[in-house]
């Protein structure tokens, strides 16, 4: 539940909603750091659970991709996986994940890894944020156009850039 995209252009720029949901209760209005972070270099936005999402935070506190390649993030995120699985018993990936590191940007989708070169989407409120982003939109519109039209994105919206490559 919720909206992470991106687009690149002249830099690249990651947008999330700011909806948190624990069962069927959502909290509004908090800026929560669970769903889009800056961590080590590296910016990372999640959909799915929180756990997982504070996991893979932890884990790029102190770990980087090797290279800022598919091949590089594939390893990272199976190294990812058998830390995660290590502190929590639970190895599979289940959370989509946009990740830009080093002037690029990749599509996470459990150990599928796609370089981005235009612009993406993931989580509930993808399709309505596809469209605005195939409109020409940018990441802020595409995600307040998620929010308005699926009950599982909130605003504010939270952006984060980075300088390509």
Same mark, same amino acid.
């Given at each position: 539940m919720s909206v992470v995209?991106?687009?690149?252009s002249d830099k690249i720029r990651v947008a999330s909603d700011s909806i948190i949901v624990r069962g069927y209760t959502q909290e509004k209005g908090k800026d929560k750091y669970s769903k889009l972070c800056q961590v080590n270099g590296m910016i990372i936005g999640s959909v799915g659970l929180c756990e997982? /999402? /504070?996991?893979?935070?932890?884990?790029? /506190?102190t770990c980087k991709p090797s290279s800022a390649t598919e091949l590089g993030i594939l390893n990272y995120m199976a190294d990812f996986a058998e830390w995660k699985k290590k502190k929590t018993d639970k190895?599979?990936?289940?959370?989509?994940? @946009?990740?830009? +590191?080093?002037?690029?940007v990749f599509q996470i989708d459990g150990l +599928?890894?796609?370089?981005?070169? /235009?612009?993406?989407? @993931? %989580?509930? %409120?993808?399709?309505?944020?596809l469209s605005a982003l195939y409109l020409g939109m940018d990441v802020e519109v595409a995600v307040k156009t998620a929010?308005?039209?699926?009950?599982?994105?909130?605003?504010?919206? &939270?952006?984060?850039?980075?300088?390509? &490559?």
């Open positions: 995209c991106c687009t690149i997982e /999402s /504070s996991m893979l935070q932890i884990y790029a /506190s190895y599979i990936i289940e959370n989509d994940n @946009i990740l830009a +590191f080093e002037g690029k +599928f890894v796609k370089e981005i070169t /235009s612009y993406s989407a @993931i %989580g509930a %409120g993808m399709d309505y944020a929010c308005e039209l699926s009950i599982y994105c909130e605003l504010p919206v &939270k952006v984060y850039e980075m300088e390509l &490559k």
